[in-house]
């Protein structure tokens, strides 16, 4: 099975200030399409998880342009330009080219600092 | 813009059946896939399985012996049987919907499901 990790587990961040996540995985995520199967979910508290970037680098519908996500292969990473107090959540990746088994991160709890 | 609204028992014995609905307003389940998925509680996601409007399914092969997904297009809405549970299937369980089997769009509110005599 494909592992994911992420890191760091744990992000401060200042409102305005950029910031960064990474993801990696255990095995390409590369389809022979041309596309990376790796997504970006946000779960606020108390909140059910919403889609950020799909296949890598594609913003999901009504997903703020402060977010981005890159990458190829097993490195990938979510940035954000300029943090606002919202973006507060767990962040986690999910790998869906190996399906039916679905790999998640462990997520990474952005709070403020 | 469609909605979605988990429904059903929140406490489930132990070796019993939970039993779950997905009910979709303000859209079909026409042309879409339908997809369950649960969270433990501290935990991260898990994806149970998803039905396609078609009625084709896929499962996560560690639970695909005790699941059931459906769909009913008369009452717009879509189930999830998980069969002889335990206190390890206690979680949050959402339904979600998207164009993708590999994707989950819109999401429903979740629902806690606790497994306890």
């Known amino acids: 099975d494909i592992v994911m990790t992420q890191f760091p587990l744990s992000l401060p961040v200042t409102p305005g200030e950029p910031a960064s996540i990474s993801c990696r995985s255990s095995q390409s995520l590369l389809h022979s399409n041309g596309n990376n199967y790796l997504d970006w979910y946000l779960q606020k508290p108390g909140q059910s998880p919403q889609l950020l970037i799909y296949l890598g680098s594609k913003r999901a519908s009504g997903v703020p342009d402060r977010f981005s996500g890159s990458g190829s292969g097993t490195d990938f990473t979510l940035k954000i330009s300029k943090v606002e107090a919202e973006d507060v959540g767990v962040y986690f990746c999910v790998q869906t080219l190996r399906t039916p088994i679905f790999t998640f991160g462990p997520g990474t709890k952005v709070d403020l600092k | 813009q469609a909605q979605l609204q988990e429904s059903g028992p929140g406490l489930v014995k132990p070796s019993e059946t939970l039993s779950l609905t997905c009910t979709v307003s303000?859209?079909?389940?026409?042309?879409?896939?339908w997809s369950w998925l649960r969270q433990p509680p501290g935990k991260g996601l898990e994806w149970i399985g998803y039905?396609?409007?078609?009625?084709?399914?896929s499962y996560n092969p560690s639970l695909e012996s005790r699941v059931t997904i459906s769909l009913d297009m008369s009452k717009n809405h879509f189930s999830l049987k998980l069969t002889s549970v335990t206190a390890a299937d206690t979680a949050v369980y959402y339904c979600t919907k998207d164009v993708s089997a590999v994707r989950w769009f819109l999401w429903g509110q979740g629902t806690l499901v606790t497994v306890s005599s």
């Open positions: 303000g859209g079909s389940l026409s042309n879409y896939y």
């Open positions: 039905i396609f409007y078609s009625g084709s399914t």
